[in-house]
């Protein structure tokens, strides 16, 4: 074991994040490729800072679930969002799971009829009652997106997003945290508090934590 994953590992659990956007690091065409190549490119230099070789090209083809790599060293999960010409991806020692969205002005204008399409009565009503709509439907629409990618990396792992309950983040004792701003939401859910790093608000501008109306 390489001294830097030693001395991560002996750390409360965290998850190492990165992210850029697609656009500035890739001026080609932001094509489903393009963000696939991006974010494995991603995910194999923070696997370096924890002494593990990933080279990009090992790393599980888009479109076959979560990411996988043989030279991820066992107990530690990946994960891949991105949205609008914007990565994130996410290395940690425990299962968790991660969603980035953008509020696009031709969705927010039909928001009655996205709202509608959420499994949960009382989510619906929730976000209905809401100071902003906008702002509460991407918060749970994230955390949906989240704990499907985090049943992704478990024994049960779920057929869709709809099957997911944001009732389960409590009965399951999950953590869940949020960052929104300039129309972006960020979501992370986790089997435990994990502490990213780097804080997600020091990503990209204008994202900043924020209470979880779900959980008020």
Same mark, same amino acid.
């Given at each position: ?12 659990? $965290? ?16 094509? #489903? ?5 991006? =974010? ?33 060293? &066992? #107990? ?9 010409? $914007? ?15 953008? =509020?696009?002005?031709?969705? %927010?204008?039909?928001?009655? /009829? ?7 009565? *009382? ?24 704990? +499907?990618?985090?049943? &992704?990396?478990?024994?049960?792992? =779920?057929?869709?997003? +709809?099957?997911? $309950?944001?009732?389960?983040? /409590? ?9 929104? #701003?300039?129309? *972006? %939401? ?8 994990? &502490?990213?790093?780097?804080?997600? =608000? %020091?990503?990209?501008? #204008? ?5 979880? +109306?779900?959980?008020?």
């Amino acid at each position: 074991m390489s001294p830097s994953l030693n001395k991560l590992q002996e750390s409360s659990p $965290r998850l190492l994040l990165a992210g850029g956007d697609l656009a500035n690091e890739h001026a080609a065409n932001q094509t #489903g490729s393009a963000y696939s190549s991006y =974010a494995r490119e991603l995910l194999s230099e923070l696997a370096t800072q924890l002494g593990m070789h990933c080279p990009p090209a090992l790393w599980s083809a888009r479109g076959e679930g979560k990411p996988t790599h043989p030279g991820l060293h &066992s #107990g530690w999960y990946a994960n891949i969002t991105h949205k609008k010409g $914007r990565v994130v991806v996410g290395l940690a020692d425990r299962c968790f799971g991660i969603d980035l969205e953008y =509020a696009a002005a031709r969705r %927010t204008a039909r928001l009655d /009829a996205l709202i509608d399409q959420l499994p949960e009565p *009382w989510v619906k009503q929730r976000i209905r009652e809401a100071d902003s709509r906008v702002s509460a439907f991407y918060q749970s629409w994230t955390l949906y997106e989240s704990l +499907f990618k985090h049943a &992704s990396h478990t024994p049960n792992p =779920a057929e869709n997003l +709809f099957a997911m $309950r944001l009732h389960t983040l /409590a009965e399951r004792r999950l953590d869940c945290a949020v960052w929104q #701003g300039d129309q *972006w %939401t960020l979501a992370i859910v986790s089997e435990g508090r994990l &502490s990213p790093h780097p804080d997600p =608000a %020091t990503l990209f501008s #204008g994202l900043q934590p924020t209470s979880v +109306f779900i959980l008020d």
